[in-house]
């Protein structure tokens, strides 16, 4: 029962999963199998083999005698992110994202047909001055959202929201670097009219 593999049986309420297991395998790496196939966190699980609550992490398998064909119980909650509210506080934000992007979007049409010489020159230096304006707050939106995302503390079993906000401020930085390639553009213009 060391090294080879074999499959176990995990019943969590009236699920059923089979994954493949060794005896090497300790009861942590179990536990995170289980939550990757059940999505319980570690922190609110409970496994029960033989109507014994096996709680040492470092433990083996083997040492615990599951073996090929095991019944092992789990006990615990789903994570449901619509419970959990720091993950929906970064649904909001992630939504106020959105909302900030087309704010964005909605700017980058107007300073094409700028530079593509679309409007009479004499116009362009106070339509850059307030795309540049308008895109210097577009940018201030996106920083107090990332504001607001650092703001949001997490439990260890929180780990979906974690991996939200991880996502959210990846998009968000993102969507800073085009804000600043787009001032860049602005700036070259705004020279190039003066």
């Not at 615990?64 to 909650?77: E, F, N, Q, S, T």
């Not at 106070?126 to 210097?136: I, N, P, S, V």
């Not at 577009?138 to 949001?152: A, P, S, Y």
């Not at 939200?164 to 804000?179: A, F, N």
Request: hydrophobic share 40%; proline share 3%; with cysteine.
């Amino acid at each position: 029962m060391g090294d080879a593999e074999y499959n176990i049986l995990l019943c969590h309420g009236s699920s059923k999963y089979e994954v493949v297991v060794w005896g090497a395998m300790t009861l942590a790496d179990l536990a995170s199998k289980i939550e990757a196939v059940t999505h319980i966190s570690q922190a609110s699980m409970k496994i029960i083999f033989k109507g014994k609550n096996l709680a040492d992490p470092g433990v083996t398998l083997a040492s615990y005698g599951i073996g090929p064909g095991a019944k092992v119980m789990v006990l615990g909650k789903k994570y449901d992110p619509e419970d959990d509210a720091s993950y929906q506080a970064v649904a909001q934000i992630d939504y106020s994202c959105s909302e900030v992007e087309k704010k964005l979007n909605d700017l980058l049409p107007e300073v094409d047909s700028i530079a593509n010489g679309y409007m009479e020159p004499h116009l362009c230096g106070e339509a850059l001055g307030k795309l540049k304006k308008q895109l210097l707050g577009v940018n201030e939106e996106f920083m107090r959202l990332l504001e607001r995302l650092d703001g949001i503390s997490f439990e260890e079993n929180q780990a979906p929201a974690r991996q939200k906000r991880k996502s959210v401020v990846q998009r968000i930085q993102h969507l800073m670097e085009r804000t600043d390639q787009v001032q860049e553009n602005i700036n070259h213009l705004i020279k190039s009219y003066s």
